[in-house]
């Protein structure tokens, strides 16, 4: 017994020794982060490249070649966000659980579902020389870093290594937000058990095509917009109009020609709505080699600026909220041979497998508990968006920038446009089946005889450049009445695209100021239209709460408490599940959904919206890297977009040609290390609505480098 005892003495203290020793590994992982000064020798380069970095560890690369130019931005991206990067790919790849063990099987097995893997290798062979030399010189550029920098916390955390970079990573993780942005087969599945139950009756019902009251068409112009917040109608035709299209997400963007703008330079803005965490979705850079300069938003583990600017050209982009694919219920006799397995890595557990169905044209995926087939161009007939976007980085006009966007592949995104010749245009790009469905049901097996070609990039909806155009874009309906084409089964609510508009309407000339400060604008039109509606039937048992509800003036705002109780009605009011909506437009409305907001008392907003910024380990329980938390500010159906996941990704405001001016801000920081002093340094600013400059000239960027290094060969 005594020998037992030491025994477990001896284990306590080995325990105790281990703990120790893994919390001060761990605590040195907190403190270290990628060097950012000195320089760096024995890399593939054909000559020194200099990186400077500013006050918040923006990278500006200067390079002598292309070649250079991203074998650097794979460096720096791997150096700051290196976890981020591995935990996309294997995400999308469905490679999680041979990391976190069997709690992540079922992820990968959905995951896998999508053959992404044989999508990118057909992406990868059907690139041009020089785009696959540039994805290279980027993962040549990731594996360097991998090799020489300090591994972030997470790999000590979860204590494993991350196996090298490949080009098919890039592309894959490229396919991260094809995949969030397409309309896909659980959307296609959930309106064709509309349609079935009930006919387009119900389909239309349940699933609206716009709201007519605030359509905001940018073909159409001002005088296209809806009556707005004088149309006439019953509360429950809004509510079917707020609980018809799911979570409101999207993305903002807008520009203004020379005419149109206080500087007489064309301005423009984007903020795309995605989701939030820490570290963010994009990266800020700098990118500069002889004929190559362009700066903006990256995302990690791809070359290239995917929005941004660069000497002649800025473009922002939202989701385009078009019909992606088609979905056909499977023929009585599959293809035997079309059966394929994907086995899986499990840590701490057996391999395991799943079958997998896929022909040359199609694949099968589970929906709604049902196997489907999905045909989509990215599968059928896959190209690479990085083409476009590397093309978009080049582009000298807003011409050359349309031709880019011709053989745009997917997801189809709005794209507004600015040039230094003071012009300012719009156009939809990606890939459009030209079919009838439309996404709104299922095809018979009998349909997938036929084919369906893709919309032609002609007859896309466009704004022609022009110094006097105002464009806008909210993934809202893009056309008027006289439009040939239906391209969606449904479009995001129009309610921040009328708001855009509505401010844009309101000024003759914009400037830089005005456009940040639509950014930040949190007045709901819906939600205002709605707490004026309801206010008479809330009369009956709490007339005070009545009265301030008809008064309110829709703003979402931190110090409102009226907001919490509105956003607590239209979130009851709206929830399907409940499938209470029709009772409580009644005498149902004041009974326990008041007294569940409205009891003791609503906080304000920026206390009840607060919104925690998380990383993807606080899901373990380890909160100790999460970020800055988001007061309540805004909603999912203002401007300024926040609620618990997912928000603006970034804000910025291009002033065209004065490069050094504007700014784009990030919810938190550019480095995913929280030791390198840049996790959250823009946090601040973000709250306060500060855009922050990135330098582009060569005098401001080499005023404001805080660090200095250089990459040698």
Known sequence: MRAVARIGLVALGLAVLIVAGFAFYVFLGMRAHARVAGSIGGLGLRAPVSILRDDRGVPHILASNDHDLFFAQGYVEASDRLFQMDILRRYVLGDLAEIFGSGALQ??????????????SAQWHRLDGSTRAILLAFTQGVNAAMEREPLPVEFRLLGYRPRPWTVQDSLAVGMATVLDLIDDWDAVASRDEAFRRGGLALLDARFPFTDPCYDAPVLSGFSGMGPGPSCRRQVAALLRELAGAGPPVGSNGWAAGANRAAGRRALLANDPHLALGIPGVWYLIDLRSPGYHVAGASL???????????????????????????????????????????????????????????????????????????????????????????????????????????????????????????????????????????GRWIHPASDLARRYDTIAFSLMPKVAPSRDAVVWTANNKMYGTNYPLRLSPQFAPPYRAYRIAQLLRARQRYDVPYFQAMQMDVLSLSERELARDLAPAIARSDRDLAGAMARWNGRMDGD??????????????????????????????????????????????????????????????????????????????????????????????????????????????????????????????????????????????????????????
């Open 107 to 120: 992820t990968d097995e959905k995951q896998r579902a999508v053959p992404i893997r044989t999508i990118v």
């Open 560 to 713: 409102s408490s009226l907001a919490t109780v509105v956003e607590g009605l239209r979130l009851r009011l709206t929830d399907r599940r409940t499938e209470r909506m029709p009772t409580l437009l009644g005498a149902g409305v004041t009974g326990d959904v008041i007294r569940a907001i409205n009891a003791p008392a609503p906080a304000p907003w920026r206390v009840a919206g607060a919104v925690p910024v998380l990383h993807s380990l606080s899901k373990l329980g380890i909160s100790f890297l999460d970020g800055t938390t988001l007061p309540g500010y805004g909603d999912a159906l203002t401007l300024h977009v926040q609620y618990p996941g997912y928000s603006q990704s970034f804000r910025a405001v291009w002033d065209v040609g004065n490069w050094d001016a504007g700014g784009i801000t990030l919810p938190q920081g550019e480095s995913g290390e929280p030791g390198s002093g840049h996790y959250t340094d823009q946090a601040a600013a973000w709250i306060a609505g500060r855009l922050r400059p990135l330098p582009f000239s060569d005098e401001a960027v080499q005023r404001t480098a805080v660090d200095r290094e250089t990459l040698l060969p």
């Open 300 to 438: 990690p583990g791809i070359p290239a600026v995917v929005l941004g600017h660069n000497e002649r050209l800025a473009w922002g982009a939202t989701a385009g909220s078009v019909t992606s694919l088609s979905v056909f219920t499977p023929p009585a006799r599959l293809d035997a041979s079309a059966w394929q397995t994907e086995r899986f890595a499990v840590r701490f557990g057996p391999v395991a497998s799943a079958r997998y169905y896929r022909t040359a044209h199609e694949f099968g995926v589970t929906t709604h508990g049902r196997l489907v087939i999905v045909r989509w161009n990215a599968y059928d007939d896959p190209s690479s968006p990085a083409l476009a976007f590397l093309a978009l980085d080049r582009a000298n006009s807003i011409e050359a920038a349309i031709a880019a966007l011709a053989d745009f592949p997917c997801p189809s995104l709005n794209f507004v446009l600015a040039d230094t010749g003071g012009r300012a245009a719009y156009a939809l790009a990606g890939q459009i089946p030209n079919d009838p469905a439309r």
